[in-house]
């Protein structure tokens, strides 16, 4: 689980979400009257983002992780069109990484994060960190794991399913690492539900396709 108040943060900020799309009062409700109201979710089945033209047609809207840039992170990689990055200042840590960067959907349409954690430089071994940082999220099951390489680096993707006990619901969830010589990193993506989730897959595909060590 997060350490400290940062579990709490993070689930907080998923009820505050919910609630503001039940009542119509989001500020995604506000700008498209497709998620006024709460859809129920699909069916979360496991299964991982896969290289078709479904899942890799985002737009780039411009690069992070460069020095300059929104935030400076281990890796370069692009963003989806209209998200919009910022730098965390106080950052959390779930397992052995803490949370450097989020990169909000709301701007293109839809209510989820890109999240980038980073650890510490060390031998860390790519599928150990994914596997603590998944470890640390209660709810987790069904997950399937798989390698990836992109622009000669390497890395590890999981899929799997997050089961809520507060929100009563089950959904998909994403995440990729890579080890660096300034420490691993993983790449996260979540959603307020299922259907979010795979509407935000192609920035989710963008980013790791187009990954780069700094």
């Known amino acids: ?3 400290g108040a940062g579990n709490t943060w ?9 609630a503001g799309v039940l009542t ?3 500020e995604a409700a506000e700008g498209d009257g497709s998620k006024a109201s709460a859809r129920p979710s699909a069916t979360a089945e496991t299964s991982g983002p896969k290289d078709t033209a479904a899942t890799t047609a985002a737009t780039s809207g411009g690069t992070v992780g460069a020095a300059g840039s929104a935030c400076e992170l281990p890796v370069t990689f692009d963003i989806a069109k209209s998200w919009k990055a ?9 397992g052995p990484v803490s949370l450097a960067c989020e990169i909000d959907a709301k701007p293109a349409g839809n209510i989820g994060f890109l999240r980038v954690w980073a650890g510490t430089s060390g031998d860390a071994d790519t599928r150990a960190v994914l596997e603590a940082f998944v470890a640390a999220e209660d709810g987790v099951t069904k997950e399937k794991y798989r390698t990836f390489t992109s622009g000669g680096v390497s890395g590890v993707e999981v899929a799997y399913l997050y ?3 507060l929100l009563e619901e089950t959904k998909k969830e994403s995440a990729f690492a890579v080890t660096t010589a300034d420490g691993p ?12 989730h795979e509407e935000m897959l192609p920035a989710y595909m963008l980013a790791r396709r187009t ?3 700094a």
């Open 185 to 196: 990193v993983v790449v996260h993506l979540g959603g307020l539900d299922t259907e979010e």
């Open 1 to 3: 689980m997060l350490v």
């Open 86 to 94: 910022e730098a965390v200042e106080a950052p959390l840590r779930q």
């Open 163 to 165: 089961s809520s006990e």
């Open 10 to 18: 993070l689930r907080m900020a998923h009820v505050a979400l919910l």
């Open 24 to 26: 119509g009062c989001s």
């Open 211 to 213: 990954l780069r060590t």
